[in-house]
């Protein structure tokens, strides 16, 4: 059996339904593979900030507020059980659950009449002849190929060899945790620092449950299920119970040349989780519909990676910026300057949910953390001289 679309989309998650979404919109041909059948879960924190929500309406025609379990408007921020510091009326913080957020989308892509072929396993990936094979035994040709299948892209491998980096790649643990055991109600998302190296803990909530998770640089953190049952046992005086998921996470090591010709890669599968925030919806949304803006220009048969490239460099230059603040937040050193900043501060906490509300930008952001640094001239100085560790 055999099948041809102008444009095949690899991953069936928010990058793949955006970029499918603005096809069908455009007039395109386009179908989405995709290994699961949905509803399917996903593990991931479910935050979406009003960044994300801005990027969702220059996309989607359909409001979103039946797949926002829970809306915050602050944060709490912990260093070993103590609140350093809490930010009330604020931005908006969203929280939904992946199981029905992604189906949510890609059900607005099948409206717009993208194709869908689910359930369905790639068995072969042949990008010279432009061909996949599912499990099903159908082929399907394509003129333009969409890598949105995450952070362990068949796509990316096909390209460039690998996925991902295992060097510069993080790592999380989450699991779904009953209300009932926090001793306080938890209307606020919670962000735990000095737990994982180069990364952090969080307690999310949402309709009916709190995410709770960890995760950080993988090469830093060799035993992170230990710390993460640790970290359960102190928040919640219980041990864990229940199943901790796991999987890699793009950590800023995004991809300067996202694709090749006319294959692109968007979302987790080009890396685009931002290293301080965590946040990979938003980005995911907006390269998904980038990518297909640059087929759409390009037109049939021409090569879009060019297009592409021109257009993902607005996320590549907030990306270089979180990379740079990385050595702000995260190293020892700097780590112990941020949290003794944060504690009692009032501008630092506000200015990062300004930050995740696209309120500010990134270099903004940057030079203000920067000046804070800067008032302690003498350990800046041997942070910088460290930066490369």
Excluded at 25 to 40: E, I, M, Q, S, T
Excluded at 174 to 179: S, T
Excluded at 275 to 298: D, N, V
Aim: glycine share 12%.
């Amino acid at each position: 059996m055999k099948r041809h679309h102008q444009v095949l989309i690899i991953g069936a998650g928010p990058a793949g339904s955006a970029a499918a979404h603005t096809l069908a919109r455009g007039g395109v041909d386009v179908a989405l593979v995709d290994k699961a059948r949905f509803p399917r879960d996903k593990l991931c924190g479910g935050l979406l900030t009003l960044r994300c929500r801005k990027v969702y309406r220059s996309i989607f025609d359909a409001p979103w507020e039946e797949v926002i379990g829970h809306v915050s408007t602050g944060v709490k921020f912990l260093h070993g059980g103590r609140v350093l510091n809490e930010v009330r009326g604020a931005s908006q913080l969203f929280f939904t659950r992946r199981l029905n957020f992604d189906h949510f989308l890609l059900e607005q892509a099948v409206a717009r009449g993208a194709v869908t072929y689910l359930g369905a396993a790639i068995v072969d990936l042949d990008l010279s002849v432009k061909s996949c094979r599912l499990d099903s035994g159908l082929e399907i040709g394509f003129d333009a190929l969409i890598g949105a299948d995450g952070v362990n892209s068949l796509v990316a491998k096909c390209l460039f060899g690998r996925s991902f980096d295992p060097e510069r790649v993080a790592f999380a643990l989450e699991m779904e945790v009953d209300p009932a055991r926090s001793a306080a109600r938890v209307d606020d998302p919670e962000i735990h620092f000095g737990l994982a190296r180069w990364g952090y803990a969080w307690v999310f909530p949402k309709k009916d449950t709190l995410t709770v998770g960890i995760g950080g640089l993988l090469a830093r953190n060799p035993d992170l299920k230990t710390t993460f049952r640790r970290f359960h046992l102190e928040r919640f005086g219980v041990e864990a119970q229940g199943r901790i998921r796991g999987h890699h996470l793009p950590f800023g090591d995004y991809r300067s040349i996202p694709g090749r010709g006319n294959v692109l890669l968007c979302g987790d599968a080009a890396g685009l989780v931002e290293p301080i925030t965590g946040e990979g919806i938003a980005f995911a949304l907006h390269s998904g519909r980038l990518a297909a803006e640059a087929l759409i220009e390009a037109g049939a048969g021409a090569v879009a990676l060019a297009g592409y490239r021109a257009r993902y460099r607005e996320i590549a230059a907030d990306f270089d910026h979180a990379r740079r603040l990385r050595y702000l937040l995260f190293p020892d050193l700097s780590e112990r300057l941020f949290l003794k900043a944060l504690h009692g501060a009032k501008s630092l906490p506000r200015k990062h949910l300004e930050l995740m509300a696209d309120e500010i930008g990134y270099g903004e952001y940057f030079r203000y953390l920067l000046a804070s640094a800067a008032r302690h001239p003498g350990r800046l100085f041997h942070l910088l001289a460290r930066r490369g560790q």
